[in-house]
T-cell receptor
């Protein structure tokens, strides 16, 4: 069963905020939400992560709902270089170690 | 600079041959991971290792093997038993103290 679900694609006008949603309705209390992005044929790049509270860094903001069943990644002023596939990920701790469960990603296209 | 290196970037092999993909990190991370990515899809976990001389199967381990003799290195062997080996392979490392997983730039394997 997929731990995260995301819309397959989204468009955003350059300079506007891009809001990428993610559902993780089966997340447990100690499991983190991560966001990475991937430009074609490169390794995924870390964006942000959180557990319960909203988080902000120089790249983006992460808004997590109070029940933690969904989250939204916000790119405040999208540029053409933000065009990429964005993955919402749940990090699960198991006895054998941490595992990262990837969704199928949202392909974001920033339009000039 | 600290980082995670995969080599080679492109690899071609004939059907029926085993092939080994290299992954090296100098981040002093304990955990390392191998993922497979097929076109238009997310990342699926092949194997992971939490510490040296220990590793665990992921969701799609059949037809693959790994070793973890050194902390810095986690090579992946794609055996002839893997039915559809042509794919993009990504290696990652993680340290729970830093909370961010780092990815290599990937190896694109084509079996002909």
């Amino acid at each position: 069963d997929a731990k995260t679900t995301q819309p397959p694609s989204m468009d955003c006008a350059e300079g506007r905020a891009a809001n990428l949603p993610c559902n993780h309705s089966t997340i447990s209390g100690n499991e983190y939400v991560y966001w990475y992005r991937q430009i074609h044929s490169q390794g995924p790049q870390y964006i942000i992560h959180g557990l319960k509270n909203n988080e902000t860094n120089e790249m983006a903001s992460l808004i997590i709902t109070e029940d933690r069943k969904s989250s939204t990644l916000i790119l405040p002023h999208a540029t053409l270089r933000d065009t990429a596939v964005y993955y919402c990920i749940v990090r699960v701790w198991q006895r054998t170690g941490n595992q990262f469960y990837f969704g199928t990603g949202t392909s974001l296209t920033v339009i000039p | 600079d600290g980082g995670i290196t995969q080599s080679p970037k492109y690899l071609f092999r004939k059907e029926g041959q085993n092939v080994t993909l290299s992954c090296e990190q100098n981040l002093n991370h304990d955990a390392m991971y191998w993922y497979r990515q097929d076109p238009g899809q997310g990342l699926r976990l092949i194997y992971y290792s939490q510490i040296v001389n220990d590793f665990q199967k992921g969701d799609i381990a059949e037809g693959y093997s790994v070793s973890r003799e050194k902390k810095e290195s986690f090579p992946l062997t794609v055996t002839s038993a893997q039915k559809n080996p042509t794919a993009f392979y990504l290696c990652a490392s993680f340290d729970s103290h830093n909370t961010e997983a780092f990815f290599g730039q990937g190896t694109r394997l084509t079996v002909v």
